[in-house]
């Protein structure tokens, strides 16, 4: 295949799209995109309720996150991307002084400290850099000359490595690293040379070894040895890689039926309502579900990429290229997990996972999404 | 600022972001690839291994345990039944830290240190994974409610209910219908595939007696369902279900009332009774004393009754209707008697002269008579009448053991009599070959003698004295003894002993009804002021031996060295029905102290006859009146008599 071609064909597609301005347009609203978003948010709801033991009490609430999610979403989609572009540096240092407080007055549990609790409301600050860090990386770097200098790179990884280490310290390992991904691949979209990128994966592979022995935690080593063996331990830290296993593989090709997972059902999934549920969707829909699911991801993740593609700035189109690739990062890390590819990390799955706070996260990722999409035509429409 | 923006290669900016995009796609594409496989190789390749997985998680297979068949007398009274009882069992499996979870139990749940104990010896048994272990038997409603609110402190704890054995009558039957303990290590080795799986979800077997004899047949057959568990091993619902088969009842031949009465007649003593249904064989009653509580041993005997009882001299385990061997003294008498007159030997009518001792030709030992000045002259009715040693010496000795060895195995002596219980023991009925391989010896003149008054190294258990008289009752037929009435077992139902003619029955019979009922009869003040007539024998059997010229002085010997009493008899002469042999150990006279209590049991019998006679007639009654709604079963009336 030509990657000429498809770079070709890519922009001019997505062009042919947005000619006229239309309703959606005016609401800063990208459509195909918006629909992907809704078909993934039934389908999440559907999973979740059985998942939540066939009661509607998870359902209800992650009904009302969604509203909130999408009223979010068409928020920032209507907000001025050069705006974003000037301020996103003091949503950084926001997020910044809220990963200090945690560590000194921070809330948590099982020995990690993730939480800020402000009048009864509990959040993760480290959810602000999620959006904080994409933002900044590209406000920095749009405004140098690209590819970037060796100085640029180096105050770049000043400002990722500054919040990933404060969520280390909690300790998070995985968001840790999840954030520094999304500001790392900003870099790497903006011209990282490939000759850093090779040296740095040389340093890591070199490093391995001491940081295995001096810098992880032990549940953290328990995780990754668990994943390697988790016949081991049946009963223990192996048990929740097993059960999920047994609940992908028994679903076979077309599924218990909806409600009909015996592994989901009778609560030998651990967390099946969380990081565990694309198990209960593999048990009860089979691979048939698992590869509907997988394509509306692709479909979403190809949309995101199209987006940045055809976006002729270069903050939009950094910020548009990462929050789709963390995404895709999120999706692969937590199905690779479930289905015992990669260690356990507290990651959750994209729209079917229960949980607030990462879902308004997510749709306002869109949003900004969205926002780019818009800029993008409006610029176009020109 | 406006310097760098203006040093911007836009083109060559897209072009490297373009670049780097179609790279990422790429390895979104890549690892996505990945995922799809991986899921492919879990739920199409490995579906089966995981599926199989699965069910096992979900699907447990629960014995369903039989309920255990029920014990009636011969009128229906429960002498074995089931209670439900409330067992508190720990699942090893599922609970985290023992020690912790027996801490947090003790906080409201008695238990003694033996029942801790217990439990960890049947933890270290051999069971089947995620077999609940009992901790405690018999919960109280309270205890129950105080586990249900600490429930979710005490996973892997159960509160289960279970159909326990209960014997309502207590010590009534404890030798006989026996008792159910629990099944321990070596009866679970000795069981075979099929018989560990008939014993999966039930805890105890039979150990003595009736409830073992007839283990298989009370404990039915074993029941299955597949049930559905979640993953902390709750049930949810039934999926398939094989319902268990309930264990046969055993009805039998008892009559409680006459065990009753038999019992409190040899309170404070030590002895047995054995009393037989003349027509069939059937048990009537059978009481060994000292008894115990069998209740006892169903859930485990404490260490404090168990050496209580183990560590007693009156051994109150031993069945001794069975098991106690004793001479039979006199008794034999009747039988042996009958042998000269079949063979022939003896005239009976012929008398001898009785000076207190006999002497064989050429032997200075003086066989003595019990009564030392003698008896005078005596022909074989009064030999029997009053028990008169020396008539049979001379008898013995003339029949000869060959014969009498012949003649009393016939009747049974020296042999299991094949009752339906366990652990009977078979006495010996000495011959000229069981004294050679036995004793090495040859057989003397002097054994003869001793035979025939039923001494020497005979021994006999009290049920071989009351099987034996049966046969006698029946003028020669043989019925085989057995205490369950519906089993029929496989055995020769009427057996024609030998062809002793009528007039030698009658001879026997009226000798034995002057025992009882003759001024001279040595029974005579028991069996004066009785409705009925009966023919019986008392016996006297010796517990040491006395030196040659040495007089027996019940007062210089220890109790324990004393004489056993024994008596046999049945009643009534005319139309025997019952035949009775008991035995009260060192109670010295068989007919002032054994008698007693053979009238009791044969009274209490007749009455409870004439009582059943009554019911059937009303039954009869009712029946031709079929508008009359009473019901009076023979059954119904049988219990009203008890409860009266």
Known sequence: MSTADFLRRLPSAALDFQRQENIWTRLHIDLPLLLLLLALTAFGLVVLYSAGGAEFYYVKRQAIFFAMG???MFTIAQVNLSFLMRWSWVLYLIGIGLLVAVLFMGVGAKGAQRWLEIGGFRFQPSEVLKIAMPLTIASYLSRRMLPPKFKYIFVSLVIVILPSFLILRQPDLGTSLLIAMSGLIVLFMAGLPWSYIFSALGLVVASAWPAWHFMLHDYQRTRVLTLLNPEADKL???????QSKTAIGSGGISGKGWLKGTQSQLDFLPESHTDFIIAVLAEEFGLEGVLCLIGLYVLVLTRGLMIAASSQKTFGRLVAGSITFTLFVYIFVNIGMVSGLLPVVGVPLPFISHGGTSLLTLMMGFGLLMAVATEERRVSLD | MS??????????????????????????????GLLVVRFYNLQVVHYANYVTQSERNRVHVRPLPPTRGLIYDRNGILLADNRPSYTLS????????????????SEFIEFSENDVEKFHSRLKQRRRPFEAVPLRYRLTPEEIARIAVNEYRLEGVEVEAQLVRHYPLADLYAHTVGYVGRINERELNRFDEDEYQQYSGTYTIGKIGLERQYEKTLLGEVGYENVETNARGRVLRVLEQTPPKPGENLHLYFDSEVQKAGLAALKGRRGAIVALEVETGGVLAMVSSPSYDPNLFVTGISHKDYNRLTQSRDLPLFNRAIQGEYPPGSTVKPMIALSSLYYGILDPHVAIYDPGFYQLDGEERKYRDWKRTGHGRVDMNAAIRESCDTYYYDLAYKTGIDRLYEFGYQFGLGDYTGIDLPSERKGIWPSREWKRNH?????????????????????????????????LANRGRKVQPRIAQNLVLDIEESNILMDVSDGHWSYIFNAMKEVMHHPRGTAYKVGRNMSFEMAGKSGTAQVVGIAQDAEYESEKLSERNRDHALFVGFAPLDAPKIAVAVIVENGEGGSSEAAPVVRKVIETYLEQEQ??????????????????????????????????
């Not at chain 2, 003698?449 to 046969?471: D, E, K, S, W, Y």
């Open chain 2, 611 to 644: 009582i059943r006679l009554q019911g059937q007639t009303l039954q009869a009654q009712s029946e031709q009146n079929k508008s009359s709604p009473v019901n009076t079963s023979t059954t119904a009336v049988g219990e009203h008599s008890v409860n009266g």
């Open chain 2, 90 to 105: 720990v699942v090893k499996e599922r609970v985290k830290s023992l020690d912790e979870t027996l801490a947090v139990l």
């Open chain 2, 439 to 471: 004793r090495g010896l040859p057989w003397f003149p002097g054994d003869t003698l001793n035979v025939g008054i039923g001494q020497g190294a005979t021994l006999t258990t009290p049920l071989q004295l009351a099987a034996m008289t049966a046969t």
């Open chain 1, 70 to 72: 999408y009223v979010l």
């Open chain 2, 3 to 32: 310097e760098q923006q203006t040093l911007k290669d836009h083109f060559r900016e897209t072009r490297i972001f373009r670049h780097r995009l179609v790279f990422i796609a790429v390895v979104m594409l890549l690892l996505l």
């Open chain 1, 236 to 242: 223990g830290a192996g048990w929740n890689i097993i």
